[in-house]
């Protein structure tokens, strides 16, 4: 059995690493490592989300959320959830992805709904966005 | 010298950046805190997409996951990437998909004519696919997709 957790010193440097299974975590290198208190780890730091109720017409379209200035420019994921397959293949070209806020002092995001085509009519169905900021992003390292 | 990790029951597992104290950092300054939730990466796929159209291309994962995970998509280009770092191909896609396989998609213009390819990305608990469509089925002038890709899964679910 080797080594795989160091907290403390370790050569010069104080902190914390652990490594893989089966490499000793006091010679291993940083390749070998599972987490090193010297490399950011991607981490959801805020999470929310905001329900859009169906509409029969494009009414009531943007909802803003709301967040934190935590000092940089997160990355955004957004996640859609609530249509179904049919719906989500001929509705928006993406379901999720990452943004990016245009500035670190923007701390609101509005999102227009997509109109999904059914049986060759736009509908604005009822769906869920779920909103997480990242660790990661412009300023955070 | 400033303390860079602090492991408590009250505040759990912080470590902060070099020459930053810990007690007193700021979220911007922290790389790793147990109160958040990570993506530690389970596994890596390399795939060669081929090239046709309109099949769903599928990669197989080496586990089933309880719910569909975060997979990043690396796009590597034409040529062979092995050995090739994944923070110099290209980052294709985020795919974070629950509920149902549904599409994710990519589209680019490769014709004069203005005809793009779309690509379909469908992500399930045990595979992910890839399948080429045309904006326009009667063009003759665009490309399918193809290439090697880098697929990461990370262990975060909903």
């Given amino acids: ?141 | 010298m400033v303390g860079r990790v602090l492991l408590s029951v009250a505040d759990g597992l912080l470590v902060s950046k070099p020459t930053v104290e810990v007690t007193t950092a700021a979220a911007k300054d922290l790389l790793f805190d147990s109160g958040c939730a990570s993506f530690p990466i389970v596994e890596v796929i390399q795939y060669q997409v081929p090239l046709n159209w309109g099949v769903d291309n599928v990669v197989y994962f080496s586990n089933t996951y309880p719910q569909r995970p975060m997979v990043s998509v690396f796009y590597g280009g034409t040529a062979d990437p092995t050995g090739i770092a994944v923070a110099s191909q290209k980052w294709f896609a985020l795919l974070h998909l629950t509920q149902v396989a549904v599409k994710t998609t990519v589209t680019y213009r490769n014709a004069a004519s203005g005809n793009y390819t779309t690509l379909w990305m469908k992500l399930y608990t045990d595979r992910i696919s890839f399948r080429s469509v045309k904006s326009n089925s009667g063009g003759s002038d665009m490309t399918a997709f193809s290439g090697y890709v880098t697929i990461i899964v990370h262990g975060f679910y909903s």
């Fill in chain 1, 1 to 141: 059995m080797v080594n795989r957790v160091c907290l403390g010193l370790k050569g010069t440097s104080y902190g914390l690493w652990i490594s893989k299974s089966g490499v000793d975590v006091l010679t291993a290198s940083e390749a070998n490592m599972l987490f090193s208190s010297t490399r950011k780890t991607i981490q959801v730091i805020q999470s929310t989300s905001v329900v859009y109720a169906a509409e029969a017409v494009a009414n009531s379209r943007s909802k803003t959320i709301t967040h934190t200035d935590y000092g940089f420019r997160p990355f955004v994921i957004l996640e859609f959830r609530g249509f179904t397959q049919a719906e989500y293949e001929s509705g928006p070209d993406s379901t999720n992805w990452v943004y990016t806020l245009s500035a670190r002092t923007q701390t609101s995001f509005t999102f227009d709904r997509p109109g999904i085509t059914i049986n060759s009519a736009t509908q604005w169905k009822g769906f869920t966005l779920y909103y997480r900021l990242l660790s990661v992003g412009y300023g955070s390292i």
